[in-house]
Nanobody, 119 residues
Framework: QVQLVESGGGLVQPGGSLALSCAAS????????MGWYRQSSGKQRELVAT???????NYADSVKARFTISRDNAKNTVYMQMNSLKPEDTAVYYC?????????????WGQGTQVTVSS
C-alpha cells in the first residue's frame, strides 16, 4: 500500500501565500514524477504542476511565476509554494505520485486539501 497525505491548505486573502506538502508512505522502491492537481467546484480536475524525480518542473500557464514546486526525495515529499494567490486559485488541491512498487508502476492520489482565496 502507498499513501499520500497532503497538508498546508487553508483560507488566505488575495495576494497571500500558502505552502502545500505531500508525503508518501508505504512500501515502494522509488517515486517517479510527483505533482499537484486541483479541482474547483463544478469543474474537472486540472494539472497545476509536476516535478520529475530529477527535479525538472513544469507548470500550468495559469500559475507560472506564482507557484513553485519542489521535492525532497530523501523524505518522499513534494511541496508547492503558492504566492500571489487569486480567488480563481480556490480549489481542492490533490497530490499525485507515480510510484514504483515491485515490477509495476502505479499512480496514487492524496485525499486533497482545500485552498480558499477570498477577501
Amino acid at each position: 500500500q502507498v499513501q499520500l497525505v497532503e497538508s498546508g491548505g487553508g483560507l488566505v486573502q488575495p495576494g497571500g501565500s500558502l505552502a502545500l506538502s505531500c508525503a508518501a508512505s508505504g512500501r515502494f522502491f522509488v517515486i517517479n514524477t510527483m505533482g499537484w492537481y486541483r479541482q474547483s467546484s463544478g469543474k474537472q480536475r486540472e494539472l497545476v504542476a509536476t516535478i520529475s524525480r530529477g527535479g525538472s518542473p513544469n507548470y500550468a500557464d495559469s500559475v507560472k511565476a506564482r507557484f513553485t514546486i519542489s521535492r525532497d526525495n530523501a523524505k518522499n515529499t513534494v511541496y508547492m509554494q503558492m504566492n500571489s494567490l487569486k480567488p480563481e486559485d480556490t480549489a481542492v488541491y490533490y497530490c499525485n505520485a507515480d510510484v514504483q512498487t515491485g515490477v509495476a508502476t502505479g499512480a496514487y492520489w492524496g485525499q486533497g486539501t482545500q485552498v480558499t482565496v477570498s477577501s
